[in-house]
């Protein structure tokens, strides 16, 4: 296992399109995380999953931002009705949660966003 | 406002020249991580703290969590042109929760 892999690396959309990306973690990673990063700004939390169960959303997810891990192994991320607002790098990132406490996060390479 | 803001904002040196980045916040975390960021790339983990008052280095970086654990800095020595990226810090609050800072973008000239 080489880390946390994103499809697609990029994405150009035309506003009002719906747009899904896919992360996969680390195979033995029971936490999934997604963030969003904007230029000049560190990463956002979004959502995270443990196992399959989605177990945290922020406030910044609106009603047009889903995701699911379904297998409890990869996730996807969809956005509906796109809007230029939510161009932005979507991170995801996995990590090993023993009982109740969070180990180090491990990020992928994230999916660059373009609404145009 | 950030929970956790990060100073400088930006930082353009000379090899071969010493810093030092500061991450400071008015909340207590469990734990804080430094990460460092390429463009195009996501944040690669450099190094976890977890007690107060410790020191963890890794080869010319210095890394140090506050007693209070409500801030840290990295010191880089003899600044390299690798050395060149955005370094995040991230405080993890109850565990579960991570927040970062909005980096320091540092800039280090051959």
């Known amino acids: 296992d080489t880390g946390v892999s994103q499809n697609p690396r990029h994405k150009i959309t035309k506003r009002g399109q719906n747009v899904t990306f896919r992360c996969d973690p680390i195979?033995?990673?029971?936490?999934l995380y997604w963030y969003r990063q904007t230029l000049g700004q560190g990463p956002e939390f979004l959502t995270y999953f443990q196992n399959e169960a989605q177990l945290e959303k922020s406030r910044l997810l609106s009603d047009r931002f889903s995701a699911e891990r379904p297998k409890g192994s990869f996730s996807t991320l969809e956005i509906q009705r796109t809007e230029q607002g939510d161009s932005a790098m979507y991170l995801c990132?996995?990590?090993?949660?023993?009982?109740?406490?969070?180990?180090?996060?491990?990020f992928g390479p994230g999916t660059r966003l373009t609404v145009l | 406002t950030q929970l956790l803001e990060q100073s400088p904002q930006f930082l353009s040196i000379q090899e071969g020249e010493n810093l030092t980045v500061y991450c400071n916040s008015s909340?207590?975390?469990?734990?804080l991580q430094w990460y460092r960021q390429e463009p195009g790339e996501g944040p690669v983990l450099l190094v976890t703290v977890v007690t107060g008052g410790e020191v963890k280095k890794l080869k010319r970086l210095t890394f140090q969590f506050g007693d209070a654990r409500k801030d840290s800095s990295l010191h880089i020595t003899a600044a390299q042109p690798g050395d060149t990226g955005l370094y995040l810090c991230a405080g993890v609050v109850n565990n579960n929760d991570m927040r970062f800072g909005a980096g320091t973008r540092l800039t280090v000239k051959p």
């Open positions: 990132a996995s990590s090993l949660a023993i009982l109740h406490f969070d180990t180090e996060q491990f």
């Open positions: 195979s033995e990673h029971n936490r």
């Open positions: 909340s207590v975390f469990s734990s």
